[in-house]
Structure formats: structure tokens, C-alpha cells
């Protein structure tokens, strides 16, 4: 019984969703940073490492994508409306309150519905569905 559980549990992929999964070092090291604690010095991405440190209790002013920076603002309690990219602003609304349905890119409106309580099955990239998958334990 106990070998049927976890053969059942691994092929729902539920024992193996960790940040450890994601094939992108730097989207897995960002993993790392916000849902197991490690540092955000292991991101070789400027941008992506500036909004781990800020996520953490740094500023996001470093930030030089003005979009990113816009949503790394949000995150701590400004306004979305400056977010020029569509999905992004939309995203961001979602994570606020609002709705995520309007958000064109598929995958990315199964992640910011599933970060309130839906499920992760639905997003077809993996590293994004792992990472879901690990936000949520």
C-alpha cells in the first residue's frame, strides 16, 4: 500500500515540485532565495537579483527594467497603474485582489490563479509549474 501512495505521489509530480527542478539557474536560485531562504547572490541576472534583495527588505530602485522596478514597487504597496506591460500590470493586480482572467499568456494566468489557492496542474511550462508547485509547501 505504502509503495502504491508513493508511486502515485511521484507521478503526480507533487514529490519532485521543488525549486530544485527548475532548468533555469537563475529562475531556480530566485526559487531558492524566496521559498527556502537561501541568498540572492547566486542570481546571475541584475535585474532578477536586485528584485530577490528587494523582496527580502531591499530597495528596488536598482531595478533597470522600468516595468520590473514598477512591480517591485507594488509589491511593497504602490499602485500597479505604472506597469506598461499588459500582463504584468494584470499580474500584479491579480496578486492584489483583482482578477487574473484577463491576463493573455496562458501560463502566467494559471500561475497568478493558483498563488490564491487553484491548483498548479494547469501551467504548461514546467519551471513555472515548479515553481508554483514549491511556492505553495
Do not use: H, W
Not at 508513493?6 to 530544485?20: E, Q, T
Not at 522600468?66 to 505604472?82: F, L, P
Request: aromatic share 6%; proline share 1%; glycine share 8%.
Amino acid at each position: 500500500m505504502r509503495l502504491l501512495l508513493a508511486m502515485l505521489l511521484l507521478f503526480s509530480g507533487y514529490v519532485s515540485a521543488s525549486c530544485a527542478s527548475i532548468t533555469d539557474p537563475d529562475k531556480r536560485n530566485y526559487c531558492q532565495a524566496m521559498e527556502e531562504g537561501s541568498s540572492c547572490y547566486s542570481i546571475d541576472n541584475y535585474d532578477l537579483r536586485t528584485a530577490c534583495q528587494a523582496e527580502k527588505g531591499g530597495s528596488c530602485a536598482g531595478i533597470q527594467d522600468r516595468d520590473q522596478r514598477a512591480y517591485c514597487d507594488a509589491k511593497k504597496g504602490s499602485s500597479c497603474a505604472s506597469i506598461d506591460n499588459y500582463d504584468l500590470r494584470t499580474a500584479c493586480e491579480g496578486e492584489k485582489g483583482g482578477s487574473c482572467a484577463s491576463i493573455q499568456d496562458r501560463d502566467k494566468r494559471s500561475f497568478c490563479e493558483a498563488k490564491p489557492g487553484s491548483s498548479c496542474a494547469s501551467i504548461g511550462d514546467g519551471d513555472l509549474r515548479n515553481q508554483c508547485e514549491a511556492m505553495k509547501r
